[in-house]
């Protein structure tokens, strides 16, 4: 118990430094964010208060408002910041949030989950805010690798291994909505295919009951997320179904990803974001759209940290946008070394909807600058590595111990020099070159730890829990599910007598 106990501390301490590692209001759109979750439970205390004149607006606090003071301003650090104690500054009257003519425009869940966590406090309410879902994908993982089997297992290390840095550690310490859909693609997709293949009824039960948690997670953060959901359980179902005429167990234990499809569904098509999306018609003609097609992998590499974090105004040195897709196509390649057609087909068809989506949301879109950026596709690159990666064919996932320590090194060395340059963007700006972020011009009022503390806390933690992590990567022992395939058992060959042969 000592080994996994040490890899979930230096996976809480990674991600609980990311949620330190940049102010109030850097993630994008945070001030519509921030003023959603303050004014998610209407108008109350000292937190929103009712505007006079105009029903569509709220009063927040004005340090909600300006708390991006700094972005798309590199150079300049957070020191711009006001008093973040509430009651202590003046109100401003704000339409930006999902109230008022903006009402429905997200899923109304995530907004009131993060509102309990609503103090006079602000930075100290966001603090908590993020590392609520930094604790919440952590204990996800923990209860999808725990109850899952050999294959499944390597899946879960290996997808979450490649596909964190840079976009994921941010996105998922922060308090926007896309926190929750990462988190729900991280885990439904392999939690969807644990529950329908797993063979006692305990552990389908935890399958199903996070599974159910990974969808809700993703209808109640973003309308796409909900589409994305459709995807992950489909693609589930496929690489499960066994071959000729269902049983009566498999019509019943098709029951529960049937609902979680439909709920989905409604999920997507209810949503503000995906109405708006469909009712716009730029008048554009096809070859427009074969154009953005051609263009629109700028966003796989750009979700990998190609394209600038935040307000997209902090951008990563070339080593982490050169490591960080080295090491997903790569072990991409390994997984589908020996790939069936049902996986490849489905590997195809989310690379496909990876591409579709966004080229044709910028095709129909009136302002197409804007309307797609990498963390909108990015859940679905997290559903393609998690099929690609769970081999479900007669041969498991395996790399060699250079490949993982390969892989190991390129995720970890890509991890440490993005956490520090999103934290230098904004101790400091990007125009201070020097190895100590310290002096810093901002830093968290009355923080116990400093700026060059928390790089190293979370870049040791990356390691280690990629070097305990990464262990299951190797092994040649066989699993429980490693005997199964479409519910068929079948004799897994050793190495040794391969070499035989």
């Known amino acids: ?296 992998f700028d966003n796989w590499t750009g979700a990998l940290g190609a394209r600038g974090l935040g307000w997209l105004d902090t951008m990563m040195p070339g080593i982490v946008w050169v490591f960080v897709p080295a090491a997903v196509f790569a072990v991409m390649f390994v997984g589908l070394a020996h790939v069936g057609v049902r996986r490849g087909s489905m590997v195809a068809l989310v690379a496909l909807s990876a591409a579709v989506i966004p080229a044709y949301i910028q095709f129909v879109a009136v302002q197409v600058p804007g309307s797609v950026q990498p963390r909108y596709i990015y859940p679905l690159l997290i559903v393609m590595v998690a099929v690609g990666t769970l081999a479900v064919e007669r041969r498991p996932f395996l790399l060699t111990q250079a490949q993982r320590w390969i892989v190991v090194a390129a995720i970890g060395i890509a991890g440490g020099v993005a956490l520090y340059t999103n934290l230098r963007r904004y101790v400091t700006g990007v125009d201070v070159i020097s190895l100590s972020l310290s002096p810093s011009e901002w830093w968290w009022d009355g923080a116990w730890l400093s700026p060059d503390v928390v790089v190293a806390l979370g870049s040791v933690g990356l390691v280690v829990a990629l070097a305990l992590g990464t262990r299951v990567l190797v092994r040649t022992t066989v699993g429980d599910d490693d005997t199964l395939v479409d519910d068929r058992a079948v004799a897994v060959v050793p190495p040794s007598a391969e070499r035989s042969r």
């Open 1 to 296: 118990m000592l080994r996994p106990a040490l890899l979930l501390m230096a996976l809480l301490a990674f991600l609980g430094a990311w949620a330190v590692a940049s102010p109030v209001g850097s993630s994008p759109d945070d001030d519509y964010h921030l003023g959603s979750i303050w004014c998610a439970q209407g108008a109350r205390g000292s937190a929103c208060l009712t505007a006079p004149d105009n029903p569509d607006a709220f009063l927040v606090p004005s340090a909600l408002v300006s708390s991006q003071c700094y972005a798309f301003k590199a150079e300049e650090s957070a020191a711009c910041q006001s008093d973040f104690t509430t009651g202590s500054g003046p109100y401003v009257e704000s339409v930006r949030g999902n109230f008022g003519v903006h009402e429905g425009d997200y899923p109304a869940l995530f907004y009131a989950t993060m509102s309990i966590f609503v103090g006079d406090d602000i930075a100290r309410s966001v603090i908590v805010m993020r590392l609520f879902n930094v604790g919440l994908l952590v204990a996800m993982l923990a209860g999808v690798y725990a109850a899952s089997a050999a294959r499944a297992r390597r899946a879960v290390v290996a997808t979450v291994a490649v596909t964190i840095i840079p976009l994921g550690a941010f996105i998922v310490a922060s308090v926007n909505p896309s926190s929750w859909s990462t988190i729900s693609a991280m885990t439904l997709f392999l939690s969807a295919y644990g529950y329908l293949t797993a063979p006692r009824r305990r552990r389908a039960l935890v399958l199903a009951g996070l599974a159910t948690v990974a969808l809700v997670l993703g209808i109640g953060s973003r309308g796409d997320a909900s589409l994305y959901a459709v995807i992950a359980v489909g693609a589930a179902v496929v690489l499960w179904m066994p071959l000729g005429i269902p049983t009566r167990g498999t019509l019943l234990r098709l029951i529960l990803p049937v609902v979680w499809i439909s709920v989905g569904a409604f999920g997507f098509l209810g949503a503000g974001q995906a109405a708006s999306a469909a009712g716009q018609d730029a008048g554009r003609g096809p070859m427009v759209f074969v154009v953005g097609f051609w263009n629109v």
